[in-house]
């Protein structure tokens, strides 16, 4: 048995380093990551945004700038300021289309009014992506995209849409009300995520928008039609969820083996019909 | 091609992961210890991008029914090939019908058995990973079982009975020689801000304990609850392996490889990417600690890995070139 016997690499931040090492370490890092004179400026204000997003309060989700944080060094989170509207998300789909022309980009991730970017390697300067960032959602117009219509039937009620009652209660409405109003609206898938195909859809009427549950249900069939907050979806995968379920469809949210994948894409619209109702 | 003859839960098919498919809702899913599987796949001369059987549950026995070099990588334990003792991190070649056992480590939590030419699946959106939730990839998108056979190559190295110096031994770990916690550096995220002075205090100070509730979607830690100025709710956004997220009971959960791609609960720190392997070898019922760390100190922290990976590369060339010359043989000879 031969073993190979590796150099220990040459930069350990956990050991101590000699006084040599120290100065390669530091010259290494300068000639890395400090930019020309120049652009300290910039640098500098990039830095401090992402600062302030990190330490502001509570109070920074209704104010009128977005939020950019780190994500771990490879990811940065956008989120747009405001509330959930259509009109906020169509500003993130075309941020989207703009980011994704950048050539340091992996991977998007578009939420609910956010987009997470994923870069091949760590920026070195975040502070000038947010820059860019900010930019574009300040000067880029709303991105429109004609999806499909989907129609759907759904079963309301019964075992497999179990917290009907609860979100009935929260809303102060009888169920027959909370489900004329869910097939009253007309949604719009904004972001793919969570599970393979699961679509984000916006149009909740608000009087029957209802937080996550405490306690998780721990094994949601796929297919139910399920209330998250101001979020409405059609669960993707039987599983753990903490959605409230109202009721059930039978739907093929996602096959590897199809092109594309999901059957929904952004800027889909959907509606909901009462295929029966279980009180 | 090799059979498994005995496997418990958990054991599948996985390789560097599926990225590009998030915006389907589709995570990445593969190794949880990437080191160990590119040091594999290194040793054995592989593609980088070659799939391997990660092994979370023991023992482990399959049977090469072709000729097949091997190496098992992430873990100390008792491997043997028809009895007789394998050492890990080290390629040995295996004859048709000799039997591979991996027993329960000694030391780390997740075994990769790594073979020449890689485990031949269909890869499906890119990868061979297999992706549990979406029940897709790897070996029909679900864990082995016994008598489940896996394409091989065939391929056998050359030269075997050569191993790598465990990353380790090699790789200081970040928060000293404590060898009874886990040390994570890892860097304030979007609501950090969010939680109280107190939170803040008790998430690098404590000592989080590794739930029996911890696989490879992500890890539940137990501790004293981490509280936030007001409860919020937030919009659902994206997910990547290493964040650390606060349900409302306080707990955090570092979320993995099978992470889902999107959540909604407020997000603490992020374990950063070069301390993450160390995450994936660690059992439950370990206790983990988080050191705080900047953006700057977590890019540099991937260096010492790559360095370690690259002179790894290099010895392995180095050594079947000197070895092949020994034994007079010319590259590219069947051993």
């Known amino acids: 048995m031969h073993w190979l016997s590796l150099p220990p690499p040459a930069i350990s931040l956990g050991q101590a380093p000699d006084a040599a090492t120290l100065v390669s370490l530091r010259l290494w890092f300068d000639c890395r990551t400090l930019p020309p004179p120049v652009a300290w400026l910039a640098l500098f204000q990039g830095l401090w945004i992402l600062n302030t997003d990190i330490t502001r309060n509570v109070g920074h989700r209704t104010d009128a700038a977005p939020t950019i944080s780190m994500i771990g060094t490879r990811a940065m989170l956008f989120e747009a300021p405001g509330a959930f509207t259509m009109a906020h998300q169509r ?16 991977e998007l991730i578009p939420g609910v009014t956010n987009l997470m ?5 760590p920026p070195e300067q975040p502070g000038h992506v947010a820059d860019w960032l900010r930019h574009a959602w300040e000067t880029l117009p709303e991105r429109h995209i004609k999806g499909r219509l989907f129609e759907i039937g759904v079963r309301y009620g019964g075992a497999l849409g179990e917290d009907l009652a609860a979100v009935a209660a929260h809303a102060g409405l009888p169920p027959q009300d909370v489900i004329s109003i869910h ?22 009427d608000p009087r029957i928008a209802t937080p996550r549950k405490a306690v998780p249900s721990l094994k949601m069939l796929a297919g139910t039609v399920t209330i998250g907050g101001m979020q409405a979806g059609i669960s993707a995968l039987t599983g753990p969820n903490g959605w409230n379920s109202i009721g059930y469809t ?30 | 091609m090799i059979t498994i003859l005995e496997t418990s839960a958990l054991n599948t098919v996985q390789d560097l992961g599926r990225p590009g498919y998030r915006n389907l809702g589709v995570g990445t899913s593969g190794v949880m210890d990437h080191v160990a ?6 040793l054995l001369h592989n593609q980088p991008g070659d799939a391997c059987i990660e092994l979370q549950t023991y023992p482990f026995v399959l049977r090469f029914e072709t000729a097949g070099s091997f190496a098992v990588t992430g873990i100390d334990a008792d491997i043997t090939l028809d009895g007789t003792p394998v050492l890990p991190w080290s390629v040995m070649t295996a004859a048709p019908e000799q039997m591979l056992r991996v027993g329960q480590p000694r030391a780390g939590a997740r075994g990769y058995v790594c073979i020449a030419g890689g ?7 890119g990868s061979r990973s297999t992706q549990l939730r979406g029940s897709f990839g790897g070996m029909d998108g679900r864990p082995l079982e016994a008598g489940d056979t896996l394409k ?14 465990p990353p380790t031994s090699i790789l200081a770990a970040p928060g000293g020689q404590d060898s009874t916690v886990i040390n994570l550096r890892a860097i304030p995220a979007t609501d950090y801000a969010l939680f109280t002075a107190q939170a803040h205090e008790r998430l690098w100070h404590t000592q989080w304990r590794i739930t ?16 936030l100025h007001q409860r919020v709710e937030l919009r659902s956004y994206g997910i990547v392996p290493g964040i650390v997220q606060v349900p409302p009971a306080g707990e955090p959960i570092v979320q993995l490889a099978d992470a889902n791609t999107a959540g909604g609960y407020p997000r603490i720190v992020t374990v950063i990417e070069a301390d993450l392997w160390r995450l994936a070898q660690a059992r439950i019922g370990a206790r983990i600690r988080f050191h705080e760390c900047t953006h700057q100190q977590g890019v540099a922290a991937m260096a010492p890995i790559e360095a370690y990976l690259d002179d790894l590369r290099m010895m392995v060339a180095h050594y079947r070139k000197s070895a092949l010359r020994r034994t007079g043989a010319k590259p590219g000879d069947k051993a």
């Open chain 1, 91 to 106: 500003r993130i789909w075309a941020l989207m289309e703009a980011a994704q022309a950048r050539p340091d980009v992996q």
């Open chain 1, 183 to 204: 097939h009253g609206s007309e949604y719009t898938v904004c972001a793919i995520g969570s599970a393979p195909g699961f679509g984000y859809l916006h149009g909740l």
């Open chain 1, 117 to 121: 970017l994923v870069f091949s390697t």
């Open chain 2, 37 to 42: 599987l590119q040091v594999g796949n290194i």
């Open chain 2, 212 to 227: 029996p509730q911890s696989n490879r979607v992500g890890y539940r830690l137990s501790g004293a609850p981490l509280e």
């Open chain 1, 250 to 279: 039978e739907i093929c949210l996602f096959d590897p083996h199809r092109e594309p994948p999901a059957l929904f894409a952004i800027g889909d619209r959907i509606r909901f019909y009462p295929e029966s109702i279980e009180l």
């Open chain 2, 152 to 165: 091989t190559s065939g391929v056998t190295t050359p030269v075997a009975g050569y191993g790598a110096v």
């Open chain 2, 119 to 125: 485990i031949d699946v269909p890869v499906v959106l």
